[in-house]
């Protein structure tokens, strides 16, 4: 069954005309409507609109109702059992080789000799790359730098560069 489907039956039973429900709902007559072609709407405008029938937020209705409209804008069969078992068995084969990463990361974090401050600095610098690359600017300057005077200059001008 499609979500219009299913809206418009549960519109139906509550014996509500298109009109009485967006009177009720404070929505234009044309939400209701939007809501029974399968034009696009938010999730959140259809779960109002099933409040106001009366289906509260743990209603198997109000479930089935956002299965269905999930199904239609992802494109992804969700209500279907091979969809859960293809679904089960991507999340397995992730779960494996997380488990395999880490213990190659365990690895070498040992053959390296690595501290926990060094892990937690390689860490850090690959969640903030910017910092990365401000500590290459300052290792390249220094590099290059023949007096402490040069080397102050030309930090300040990278701090401004990178600000």
Known sequence: MHYTQLFRSLREAKGLTVE?????????RNTVLNVESGRPVKFKTIAELMAEMGYAGTAPELRSM???WIEEVSGIPF???ETETAARKTLAAYGAGARQA????DAATAA???TAEQIDLLVF?????AALSILAH???L???LGTEEDASTQLKAAEDAEG
């Open 102 to 105: 880490m213990r190659r990361l």
């Open 79 to 81: 209500s279907r059992p």
């Open 20 to 28: 009485a429900l967006a009177e009720r709902s404070g929505h234009h």
């Open 125 to 129: 610098a690959a969640r903030h790359p």
């Open 66 to 68: 956002a299965l269905l």
């Open 112 to 114: 390296e000799h690595l």
């Open 142 to 144: 220094s590099m290059g």
């Open 138 to 140: 300052v290792r390249d």
